[in-house]
């Protein structure tokens, strides 16, 4: 992951993201912000969700929008099915796509085994406790901002690459009746079309909370050089600092 | 490992292309009437295309037990066409609705609702996947779409679409490799009793892999066509003229 470069000013660079992470990266920022919008668009032109096989207006939820304030109208007025079906449909594509060439080619690098596969020895409850701690220090100590994945970085990293991305996919394709009646193992597998349609909403959720704690981690990383370091692959270390 | 992988996902992958092209799959199969421009165009093409590789040898969609019906069965859109011939027809009972089935067949011929229910009728209990998310099931009974056209001779060799008009003003198609589809039946019956208003009466479409904006209702006649250019703005339907994808599968 990370060679050394020249030295300049009072630090040095350190060659952190492969071309390949870096524009995977910004397409999978622009696919997965038009898969949220247009997904809170196809949502809300019906805000309620169901459990099983069956669910309609009427059916018992377990969501209704309009418990939350918002109803059914008002709802229906901000969403737009058919822009949303459309982009939606459309960036699944550009996010799928570029999830495979990112997987394929960082599992053929050797990046995932090298870099985010967590090590046996990181893996036992004191080293994570520890960590965890230290990583909950506030101010920060300086020296864990450094170039190496953590521990609890790497198992949220292998996690949303392999777990959930994997889940949001299938819980999606489940609700095609094209992919379904070709596929039916999609319905059991999460017991109903309208249970995936619930989990692929409570996903949505998570991916978002997933994003806001990314986005503070840059902050406190410092985000000026952290998100230089995306665009240009290369990351500051200032002097004194391993 | 990498080149392992590659490979056997390349061996498997031969023999379902070649199937595809034994098979004599038209162009059609995979690709909408009407391509749209840009990003959202290449992926209607890659959806379409993926939806039917899977399709290929025409599976059905899932039948559920009698225990699942949704009762009762949800109503959506148009309930009650405030067409005035459809109004005359549904106060007659129907007795009085005719089907003109013409366009690319043999013989065009014009059904009443006894001669479509004289066909060979087929039941399946099957998930209405509507496209703005709810899915119910029901029980739907009518003639397969193939044996209708069959009374009219069968659709000729230049047939592509058959394009549906009806009574709420609406008009959609589906192609020949829907047509062939042994669930796509023109249903007159939900639940065991006569269709009801607000499902469509007296007849409606059932395309059940594909979501309910395909399953137009209360229809009025039927053309087996090669073009659809010449309908709306051509686009195959109401909806996809509207910008909704003309392929309903997700």
Redesign the interface.
Known sequence: MTSEGQRSGGGRWLRLHSPNVRVCHWINVIACVYLFLSGVH??L??PELYWG???????PAIFKLSDWGLSWDEAGVLGN???G???H??F???FLINGLVYA?WN??RGHFRRNMLPRRTELTRRHLWAELCEHLRWPRRTHESTHRYGTLQKLSYMLLIFVYVPLMVLTG?A??????????QL?DMFGG??TA?SLHTFGTVLLVLFVVVHLLEVAAAGVVNRVRSMFTGNLRVPEGES | MSQRISRRVLLGGIPGLGGLLLTGCSRDMFVPPQVRGGLVGAADMLTMGTNRFLQRDQPLAREYQRSDISHPFPTWAQTNPPDEEYQRLRRGGFTEWRLPVSGLVERPVTLSLDDIKRLPARTQITAHVCEQGWSAIGEWTGPQLQRVLEEAGGAGPSARYVVFHTYDGWYESIDMFEVAHPQTILAYRLNGEELPMGNGAPLRLRVERQCGYKNVKFLKSIEVVDSVAGYGKGAGGISADYGFHWFAGV
């Open positions: 196809i949502f032109d019906f096989h069956t669910g309609y207006q009427g059916h099915r058919m822009w079906r459309n982009y449909f459309t699944a594509w550009v394929g599992l053929a394709i609700q095609s009746p094209g992919i379904t009646a070709a596929v039916p319905l079309r309208q349609r």
